[in-house]
Antibody
């Protein structure tokens, strides 16, 4: 079945950098894309992009291209989402979700990481 | 403004049936599978329906999905108070970007 374990909540200042993580276990990590989904307080789900763990190819949503960086370390079955300079508008819960190659649905989600950037 | 359009809220009494619509276009729903997710309060989303009308193991047959053209529908029968949640539809566009609906809050009166 598997699970995705995300790093803990973060409180950062505007302009600071941040990297959050999503560790896969209990399944073949290389067989699934890792996707990132943002949920701002009181709002819906926004797809940010996906990364292929086997070759680190990233497909960013146009809305997030240039604002975040996705990466992966296959040696520890972990995907990362990184910001170089946080803004107050980045305050949200960030979920990772897996997507098996060749299918079109997210069958497993992490519990989310709350990122707070006070204005 | 979400690419896929869902009603903001629906409500029904326990035991009744409710449907949630999801409207898109030929560049998204019209050319790819729909999936549906349930997000209980304070929890992560959970896969409810995939490939338009299939249920993962463990999802009761009270939940059903359908798709016609550029629209899709989630149906829930025998409503229970535990079904109160936000429901999201999702699909992919021609550039293989995923798109979500704005979400529908289900209230079981």
């Amino acid at each position: 079945e598997g699970q995705l374990v995300q790093s803990g909540a973060e409180v950062k200042k505007p302009g600071e950098s941040l990297r959050i993580s999503c560790k896969g276990s209990g399944y073949n990590f290389s067989a699934y894309w890792i996707n990132w989904v943002r949920q701002k307080p009181g709002n819906g789900l926004e797809w940010m992009g996906r990364i292929n763990p086997t070759d680190s190819y990233v497909n960013y949503s146009p809305s997030f291209q240039g604002h975040v960086t996705m990466s992966v370390d296959m040696s520890v079955n972990t995907a990362y989402l990184q910001w170089n300079s946080l803004k107050a508008s980045d305050t949200a819960i960030y979920y990772c979700a897996r997507l098996r190659h060749g299918v079109w649905y997210f069958d497993l989600w992490g519990r989310g990481t709350l990122v707070t950037v006070p204005s | 403004q979400s690419v896929l359009t869902q009603p903001p809220s629906v409500s029904a009494a326990p035991g009744q049936k409710v449907t949630i619509s999801c409207s898109g276009s030929s560049s998204n729903i019209g050319n790819n599978y729909i999936s549906w997710y349930q997000q209980l309060p304070g929890s992560a989303p959970k896969l409810l329906i995939y490939d338009n009308n299939k249920r993962p193991s463990g999802i009761p047959d009270r939940f059903s999905g359908s798709k016609s053209g550029t629209s899709a529908t989630l149906g829930i029968t025998g409503l229970q108070t535990g079904d109160e949640a936000e429901y999201y539809c999702a699909t992919w566009d021609r550039s293989l970007n995923s798109v979500f609906g704005g979400g529908t809050k289900l209230t079981v009166l």
